[in-house]
């Protein structure tokens, strides 16, 4: 059953909003705890519902318009909260409806020491979204490039790994196994070309207008200044973190990256596994790419301030382990630019390929 609402909406401390596409379910509760609050909106009227409530604090899960509903509540004077869905869960009671769901959001609002989400501004999401668009651009270009080496090894044809070396090899294949491929198989490889060229060029489109956007951004700038980091990076932490406010020191913003090790520990007996890999996939990706890219050139570890360290890591820890350490390095090294708003001591003609 159902709590019974027991007080008055102008006694409502909390609201949890289990945000719909086209529906809100909203659950308020008094400073006592009780409910005081039971209600399903339309999207359209959630300012008309929440002009009529006193300004308190609103929770919602970190979800798809979360953002917007967060910078429209603050604007109205309220004090909006982005929680994790993996914080909300253990407040959930009873069965998975909207109604439960929203009485655990406004809950778990409550917690003192609950970390949230750190509010993005439209700069922010608009940033983000070229990162999402580029990376699904990226995926199905390599869908495209596997296909036609699947269909060309079901000719009896192999191509070297490597995407140059198909695109480099592509036309003269088509021209010296004319006799093997069939009219309409080859109609169907010149159609699936003609698409990675196009994915070629949107990919290139969107990546200018990252690395636009990268040396126009002061944050960016600065973030780039670190070994192996480009406009690919710094964008891409910009988006997600804005300056990094919601991480107290660069282990937190290591953590949820998932660039630490898994702890098992127990009777104070501290047992350390694999990386966590909890947080951002694609910011870890990036990340570890840019650690393989510096060590790829040992030459020019002398550069950098963590030169010696990383001469010594390589030497008592396997190459991969120490690639990881490395991009754990690197993300504590670039939160601490992007908050203090400081620069690398690297000087610029010691950059690397940069990611």
């Not at 909003?17 to 609050?37: A, E």
């Not at 080859?186 to 207008?209: A, F, M, Q, T």
Request: glycine share 8%; aromatic share 8%.
């Amino acid at each position: 059953m159902c709590a019974k609402k027991t007080g008055s909406i102008e006694d409502i401390a909390v609201v949890g909003i289990d945000i719909g596409k086209d529906t809100f379910h909203l659950v308020g509760f008094d400073r006592s705890g009780q409910l005081v609050m039971r209600k399903q909106i339309k999207r359209l009227a959630l300012n008309t519902t929440f002009e009529q409530l006193p300004r308190c604090i609103v929770g919602m899960e970190a979800c798809l318009s979360a953002h917007f509903v967060s910078r429209t509540l603050r604007g109205m004077g309220f004090e909006p909260r982005i929680i994790p869905a993996i914080y909300v869960k253990p407040f959930n009671k009873g069965q998975k409806n909207d109604y439960n769901d929203a009485e655990a959001i406004a809950e778990a609002a409550l917690r003192p020491n609950l970390r949230t989400v750190s509010e993005k501004d439209q700069d922010q999401l608009d940033l983000q979204a070229l990162h999402r668009v580029r990376a699904r651009l990226v995926s199905r270009r390599t869908a495209t490039i596997n296909q036609i080496r699947a269909f060309l090894i079901e000719q009896g044809i192999t191509v070297r790994t490597g995407l140059r070396a198909l695109k480099n090899s592509f036309e003269t294949i088509l021209e010296q196994r004319r006799d093997e491929i069939s009219p309409r198989m080859r109609g169907i490889l010149i159609g699936l070309y003609g698409d990675w060229l196009w994915l070629d060029k949107r990919i290139e489109d969107v990546s200018g207008e990252i690395e636009e956007i990268s040396h126009t951004e002061e944050n960016c700038a600065n973030i780039m200044t670190i070994p192996g980091i480009g406009p690919m990076i710094s964008t891409a932490m910009v988006a997600a973190v804005g300056k990094g406010e919601a991480f107290d020191r660069g282990r937190d913003f290591a953590a949820w990256v998932g660039l630490v090790p898994r702890q098992f520990s127990t009777g104070g007996r501290t047992i350390l596994g694999r990386i966590t890999k909890r947080g951002s996939r694609y910011l870890r990706m990036l990340f570890v790419q840019a650690a393989k890219v510096i060590m790829m050139r040992p030459h020019r570890w002398s550069d950098f301030s963590f030169g010696s360290w990383l001469t010594e890591a390589v030497a008592r820890m396997p190459r991969n382990k120490a690639a990881i350490a490395l991009a754990n390095k690197l993300a504590r090294t670039a939160w601490s630019i992007l908050r203090n708003g400081t620069r690398f001591d690297a000087p610029q003609d010691a950059a690397m390929e940069a990611i």
